[in-house]
């Protein structure tokens, strides 16, 4: 039973983090530049570049706690 809640313990930064990069995606929205093409983008005037930053926070945050949680918690060297 002790080392179920070691686990749980070890890994609640990962999860949380997970849960943070879900919050912050919505408000990850960068303005609207135009290019004279048209096209739905335009039309709805939305960055072209959003998609990509949203998925390298999403996936940047958790990774990054996985690593310091090695790091610090697991001490390992990276």
Same mark, same amino acid.
């Given at each position: =039973?002790?080392?179920?809640?070691? $686990? &749980?313990?070890? %890994? +609640?930064? #990962? =999860?949380?983090?997970?849960? #943070?990069?879900?919050?912050?995606?919505?408000?990850?929205?960068?303005?609207?530049?135009? !290019?004279?093409?048209?096209?739905?983008? %335009?039309? !709805?005037?939305?960055?072209?570049? *959003?998609? +990509? #930053?949203? @998925? &390298?926070?999403?996936?940047?945050?958790? &990774?990054?706690?996985?690593?310091?949680?090695?790091?610090? $918690? @697991?001490?390992? *060297? $990276?």
């Amino acid at each position: =039973m002790k080392k179920k809640y070691k $686990i &749980f313990f070890k %890994s +609640f930064p #990962v =999860m949380f983090s997970c849960f #943070v990069s879900l919050i912050v995606w919505k408000y990850i929205e960068l303005p609207y530049s135009y !290019n004279n093409i048209e096209g739905i983008y %335009s039309q !709805n005037q939305y960055n072209y570049l *959003n998609d +990509f #930053v949203r @998925y &390298f926070v999403f996936l940047l945050i958790p &990774f990054l706690t996985f690593f310091l949680n090695k790091f610090f $918690i @697991y001490k390992y *060297n $990276i």
